[in-house]
């Protein structure tokens, strides 16, 4: 089976995830208590008022009747108007999924520039100072808390240091570069002290390999071999714990976003939860379902990618 | 026919208002701000001053500013702009800056001032009330404001269903007879009416929505305000411009106001001290110490119409106990609680009327700590030997818990063995609602200048919110709410709500807690920015310095 149509074949399989996905939160969101109307009338609304918001935004049909009515717009690619910002859901998505897709990559490229280098430093120097050192100080980051780290990097370098703007999303790209840089520092944070331990360990194994003795007797220079043949076998496992990991954060980016005043999807599925605003919390789950399907597809593309033995099976 | 001058009202009129919106805690820092409202306020000019004001000033609105687009990071996101049905103050603040009333609430919260219209007559059977427009106010799309926008507007208001329409239930008819007039007649004798046409629901559009539909038009609107409408991106920031033909020349100053959203308290201070934001919407109170010490900015605290309170459920056996209710009432230690919720800043509560209302009684004596007095009520009542109770709690509201548990030891102290129940914050309002619960948290700030709202909320059963969902009933306290309504004598009111305020703290129906302020960040080179009690402000008034 070729690349493409691979893809395709996965990109087909994601509909009945997500269809699954829309049946589950559909009916959990109904079954929680709470009522959209009264949360956003407040307490001044009579019982009348309440009602005829209920009726307006179709809340005192049957459930399965409110189902079916979702599903069908959803076959037309509509997934219906937002009970709070009485736009529709569509857009307001689409608004938003941006910033939090813009943190994730942004992310996983300082990720990546740290990671690689600082792994491979610490693989080369095996139980050397510089490798415990490298082993060592990361498993910091992965015990201070996210938002903990955002804080503190914007006291270093918004406040104290003004190089980076506190918050914010910005404009255009090169304002998304440079008012995304701390957020992107505080995710990557999070995900270096994982991939440096992942990618130092395979490299290890890696560098012990005869493919690697014969590269160097070659004659080879030492960085040709490490880069050419060493990192890019050793980091495909690494890749796979990379995929993992970004598909745990959609969705769970939600603290840096709040610290960071980023409009992003998660902070918009957190509100939208409490306001018990339904139609946008089915858009936004099915929306994170679609994106952990496609970052786990870009997972296997890259290993293929970067190791031609890995075959596309049915 | 008694005529009435531009100037403030004749405090026989008793026309404050100030609607209060009852609210029960949200999560974190929107605690502040769900329903409060807020009312357009009058920046402190009345009819004559802004008179000469127009003619002795600036030629253009250019020359008298400085410009600059002021950036107000802010807890919260709007829901909305339709003045008729939005019930969030991040919402109604910005729209205020956009629609203007007729009448305006003063920046004391206790009076109102004339605005869009420049006086008014009552007649004999002070039934109809006659208001003489303001000349030369046009609206953001260039045309003048008429009668027939100002009778559209309110029609609006009152007819629509779900929404603020309870303001003007009072309002019988709204007749347009000549272009700079508007006669509104009343169903029945009520003071409060101007206090009601200053509320935000009754601000002035254009008839017929400047031909487009309802839907169209509120989500780009225009008013006769100082900012017209620019841009709203969700979750991220609301725009408004300069309106440079607004009918008070040379102002405003700013060229822009931006308010961003900016969830995270840390984040908004610094965004301030780092100059990306000019104001700080309400900064925690446990940071104010530090703030007022940091050099570049402005910690302020606004005297607020905020009122804070435990509920008690009276279809809830014991809690319908008048002696349990004061022994409460007594076992609560407000000052343990400011000290430790507050960091301080805050005041006991003495009354469920705030200090900001007009006719707020300083001498109502609302019962406060002492727990001698409170075992003596425990002794008295139908439990002498104590009980179980269940508290509901808004989980992930920080303040709330801790006030519960702070109060929880406080009535063990009496033997009342508290339950804490967390739970979501929308299912903790609705079990409030529909009185599933046992003993709440609300609160309350004002939305009009006149306490008849926050009065007739609390202490009269009938008015749909069963005294703040409490189901306290007091046959005199009810027929005095009622006459307060019809009357327009300034000091037999004050007596009536004097009276209201006294036995309603004796019942003890809930824990009046305390009193606290609007918390507001800025920089220093903010200038003329004040929040009025009922939350709002006036940016038409600010400048910012380069």
Redesign the interface.
């Known amino acids: 089976m070729d690349r493409l149509s691979y893809v395709g074949r996965r990109l087909l399989q994601m509909v009945p995830v997500a269809l699954g996905v829309t049946i589950l939160v559909f009916f959990m969101v109904h079954l929680?208590?709470?009522?959209?109307a009264?949360?956003?009338?407040?307490?001044?609304?009579?019982d009348?008022?309440?009602a005829?918001?209920r009726h307006e935004w179709g809340l005192d049909r049957p459930l399965m009747e409110q189902y079916w009515l979702f599903m069908k717009r959803l076959a037309q690619g509509d997934l219906g108007d937002s009970l709070?910002?009485?736009?529709p859901v569509l857009s307001?998505i689409f608004?938003?999924v941006w910033p939090t897709v813009w943190l994730l990559a942004y992310a996983t490229v300082l990720a990546l520039l740290i990671s690689v280098p600082l792994a491979t430093l610490a693989a080369t120097r095996k139980d050397g100072s510089v490798d415990q050192l490298v082993r060592a100080i990361p498993l910091f980051g992965l015990g201070m808390p996210p938002?903990w780290i955002g804080?503190v990097l914007?006291?270093l370098l918004?406040?104290r240091v003004?190089l980076f703007?506190?918050?914010?999303?910005g404009d255009y790209f090169l304002g998304h570069l440079y008012s995304m840089f701390l957020p992107g520092l505080t995710v990557a944070l999070f995900l270096t002290p994982i991939l440096i331990r992942s990618l130092r360990a395979s490299l290890l194994t890696v560098l012990e390999s005869d493919y690697i003795t014969t590269a160097r007797s070659k004659g080879i220079p030492e960085w040709q071999v490490l880069l050419r043949h060493a990192v890019r076998n050793a980091i495909i496992s690494t890749v796979t714990v990379l995929g993992v990991n970004i598909a745990f954060l959609i969705g769970g980016t939600l603290v840096v976003e709040?610290?960071?005043?980023l409009?992003?999807i998660g902070?918009?599925m957190v509100?939208s939860i409490?306001?018990?605003d339904f139609p946008v919390v089915q858009g936004v789950t099915l929306v994170f379902a679609v994106l952990v399907v496609l970052v786990y597809l870009i997972t296997d593309v890259v290993h293929s990618l970067l190791d031609p033995r890995v075959r596309y099976e049915r | 026919m008694t005529t009435r001058e531009n100037e403030e009202m004749p405090s026989t009129e008793a026309s404050e208002a100030v609607h209060g919106?009852?609210?029960?805690d949200?999560?974190g820092r929107r605690e502040f701000l769900?329903?409060g409202a807020v009312l357009g306020a009058a920046v402190g000019l009345s009819g004559p001053a802004l008179v000469s004001l127009v003619s002795c000033g600036p030629s253009g609105s250019e020359s008298s500013g400085k410009g600059g687009n002021l950036i107000i990071?802010r807890t919260a996101?709007s829901?909305?702009m339709d003045k008729t049905m939005v019930?969030d103050n991040e919402s109604i603040w910005i729209f205020l800056q956009m629609y203007e009333t007729l009448y305006t609430v003063a920046p004391d919260g206790k009076k109102v001032l004339p605005y869009l219209a420049e006086s008014y007559e009552l007649s004999k059977d002070k039934k109809e009330y006659t208001f003489h427009l303001r000349k030369g106010v046009t609206f953001h799309n260039g045309k003048e404001m008429t009668s027939e926008d100002v009778k559209f507007s309110i029609d609006e208001a009152r007819n629509t269903?779900?929404?603020w329409e309870?303001i003007d239930a009072a309002i019988d008819s709204v007749e347009a007879p000549d272009p700079t007039t508007v006669i509104i007649k009343t169903k029945y004798k009520w003071a409060p009416l101007l206090a009601d046409i200053a509320c935000f629901n009754n601000g002035i559009i254009p008839k017929d929505y400047a031909g487009k539909s309802k839907?169209e038009f509120y989500k780009a609107p225009i008013g006769t305000g100082p900012f017209k409408w620019d841009h709203w991106?969700?979750?991220?920031e609301v725009k408004l411009v300069r309106y440079p033909d607004y009918w008070q020349k040379g102002k405003p100053s700013l060229n822009s106001a931006t308010w961003?959203?900016?969830?995270?308290d840390?984040?908004r201070s610094?965004?301030v001290?780092?100059g990306?934001a000019d104001v700080d919407e309400f900064p925690p109170f446990s940071s104010i110490q530090k703030l007022k010490n940091t050099p570049g900015v402005v910690m302020k605290l606004f005297p607020s119409t905020r009122t804070d309170y435990m509920v008690l459920n009276h279809r809830v056996k014991p809690l319908d106990d008048v002696h349990v209710s004061r022994a409460i009432s007594y076992a609560v230690d407000r000052k343990a609680l400011i000290e430790s919720v507050l960091f301080g800043y805050g005041e006991p509560a003495n009354s469920f009327m705030p200090p900001q209302v007009r006719y707020y009684d300083p001498d109502a004596p609302g019962l406060q700590f002492d727990p001698d007095k409170a075992r003596q009520e425990m002794s008295r009542s139908s439990v002498p030997d104590g009980f179980n109770i269940e508290m509901t709690v808004e989980a992930g509201n920080d303040t709330q818990t801790s006030t519960a548990q702070i109060i929880q030891q406080q009535l063990k102290q009496i033997g009342i063995d508290v339950k804490l129940q967390q739970l979501?914050?929308?299912?903790a309002?609705?079990n409030?609602?529909e009185f599933k619960y046992e003993i709440g948290f609300?609160y309350w700030t004002m939305d009009i200048a006149d306490p008849d709202e926050l009065v007739s909320?609390a202490v009269d059963p009938t008015s749909?919110?069963h005294s703040f969902?409490t189901d306290y009933k007091n046959e005199d306290v009810i027929k005095w709410t009622h006459e307060a309504q019809e009357e327009f004598d300034d000091s037999k009111r004050a007596e009536l709500y004097s009276k209201i305020q006294s036995q309603a703290a004796e019942d003890a129906f809930m824990v009046f807690l305390y009193y606290s302020d609007f918390t507001y960040l800025y920089s220093n080179k903010v200038k003329g920015f004040k929040v009025y009690p009922t939350g709002n402000y006036h940016l038409e008034e600010v400048t910012l310095e380069a």
């Open positions: 929680i208590p709470g009522d959209p009264r949360t956003m009338l407040g307490a001044r609304a009579t009348q008022a309440v005829q918001l709070f910002y009485d736009t307001l608004e938003r938002f804080i914007i006291l918004g406040l003004p703007p506190v918050g914010g999303y709040k610290v960071f005043a409009p992003g902070a918009l509100d409490f306001n018990r | 919106s009852f609210v029960h949200r999560f769900r329903r990071a996101e829901e909305g019930f269903k779900g929404g309870f839907e991106d969700k979750g991220k961003t959203l900016v969830p995270d840390s984040t610094v965004q001290q780092g990306q979501d914050p929308s299912v309002q609705t409030v609602q609300s909320f749909g919110s969902f």
